[in-house]
């Protein structure tokens, strides 16, 4: 797993992290449960989920679920359907036009493999989905992953892999690398 961050867990850093989570785990619940037609009090609580107003035409239909929202960089345009999740503490970039499936799940973070560190520190690092790309319902983009322009993730991939522009992707991808 790549690591460009690493975060060790018990660090004023660590609680910080995770006093925002708290807070945005609260918001979301918020989120979740407003009447589907109350668009005035989706867009405020997502303002502060996201630290900011949604950029224009961007569409986020609820449940939603983050655990920080202020690495969560949305262009113009994108579609972000029901269900879905974005861990984004490391952060992530969706390109203009990006459509994004239900139940979708995107994941920064994560620990390191070898069980000695695994309850010390975080990793993680950050999500990059160029524009016009198309991910279907149910797919899970792992932390370090660039997707690249007029790409199609197929409905269930797990994709652990950078994707060329242009491109379509499937499966899930499940192999013994190492063992200890």
């Known amino acids: 797993m790549p690591s460009d961050r690493l975060l060790r ?4 850093e660590f609680q910080a992290m995770a006093e925002r989570v ?18 005035a ?5 997502l303002e502060q989920i996201l630290g900011g107003p949604l950029p224009p035409r961007v569409t986020i239909h609820p449940p939603f679920y983050t655990d920080h929202g202020l690495h969560l960089d949305l262009a113009e345009r994108v579609f ?4 879905c999740t974005f861990l984004d503490y490391a952060g992530i970039r969706l390109g203009e036009r990006v459509m994004v499936g239900p139940k979708v799940t995107f994941i920064t973070s994560g620990h390191p493999v ?26 899970t983009i ?8 007029d790409a199609v993730i197929a409905a269930g991939a797990v994709v652990a892999d950078d994707v060329p522009p242009a491109s379509l992707v499937t499966g899930a991808k499940a192999t013994v690398h190492r063992r200890w």
């Open 142 to 149: 792992l932390p370090g992953v660039s997707i690249g322009r």
């Open 114 to 139: 070898d069980p000695e560190e695994r309850r010390l520190y975080l990793t993680g690092a950050p999500i990059d989905v160029a524009e016009n790309v198309w991910i279907g319902a149910g797919a």
């Open 22 to 39: 708290l807070r945005v785990t609260g918001l979301t619940s918020r989120l979740n449960v407003l009447p589907f037609e109350d668009a």
């Open 9 to 12: 867990i018990h660090s004023a």
């Open 80 to 83: 972000i359907n029901q269900n």
């Open 41 to 45: 009090g989706k867009a405020a609580l």
